[in-house]
């Protein structure tokens, strides 16, 4: 793995479920310590549109051909708006890793989905493509990865990775995207 990899992290800033959209952030970095660029682009809360917002956002960025990697804080931005890694990868042909402190409790997340929506197989088919690994570095998270194999997956977190358990590219999208909101940056990732 290089160390000079350009890897965008993306993460949606703070919304309540009041909110119609919300904004999602990405950030191009060199590995974990050269920020090169920031992206933004919005979503619909809770709705089917992450997915196709993030193709768009990376086709139409001037760092398109750098990036080798995409690297997203959960399955799911803005609520339920759940994020189609395959499609992204089998369209763009970026790799792509998912990255959670926290182990997704399942049965939890297909009860609310039941409860809310009325397309919840669709999503709930999305949510498991692949599979959640946990693995642990400094710290335990979770992973899904799509088009990378689970050794270069680990060295790119590995990489990205200055301090605790969040690789930068990620960290910094969601500083970025609480202190936009927010007026000032908080909370983990």
């Known amino acids: 793995m290089k160390k000079e990899?350009?890897?965008?992290?993306?993460?949606?800033?703070?919304?309540?479920?009041?909110?119609k959209n919300t904004d999602?952030?990405?950030?191009?970095?060199?590995?974990?310590?050269?920020?090169?660029?920031?992206?933004?682009?919005e979503i619909t809360v809770d709705g089917m549109d992450s997915t196709d917002k993030i193709i768009k956002m990376l086709e139409k960025t001037k760092h398109r051909k750098q990036i080798k990697l995409i690297m997203i804080d959960g399955i799911a931005l803005g609520g339920f708006n759940?994020?189609?890694?395959?499609?992204?990868?089998?369209?763009i042909e970026l790799p792509i890793i998912t990255?959670?402190?926290?182990?997704?409790?399942?049965?939890?997340?297909?009860?609310?989905?039941?409860?809310?929506?009325?397309?919840?197989?669709?999503?709930?088919?999305?949510?498991?493509?692949?599979?959640?690994?946990e693995i642990e570095l400094r710290y335990k998270i979770y992973i899904k990865y799509f088009g990378i194999s689970r050794h270069e997956a680990i060295e790119s977190i590995k990489l990205a990775t200055i301090r605790g358990a969040i690789p930068e590219p990620i960290r910094i999208a969601h500083l970025i995207a609480t202190g936009i909101k927010k007026g000032e940056s908080r909370g983990r990732c």
């Open 5 to 19: 990899i350009r890897i965008i992290g993306i993460d949606d800033m703070p919304f309540s479920f009041k909110d």
């Open 99 to 133: 990255i959670t402190r926290n182990k997704p409790h399942m049965n939890k997340i297909k009860e609310a989905l039941k409860k809310h929506f009325e397309d919840w197989k669709e999503r709930w088919k999305i949510i498991n493509n692949g599979t959640t690994e």
């Open 24 to 41: 999602i952030v990405g950030v191009v970095m060199r590995g974990g310590t050269y920020l090169e660029g920031v992206l933004k682009s």
């Open 82 to 91: 759940v994020v189609d890694c395959e499609k992204i990868f089998n369209e």
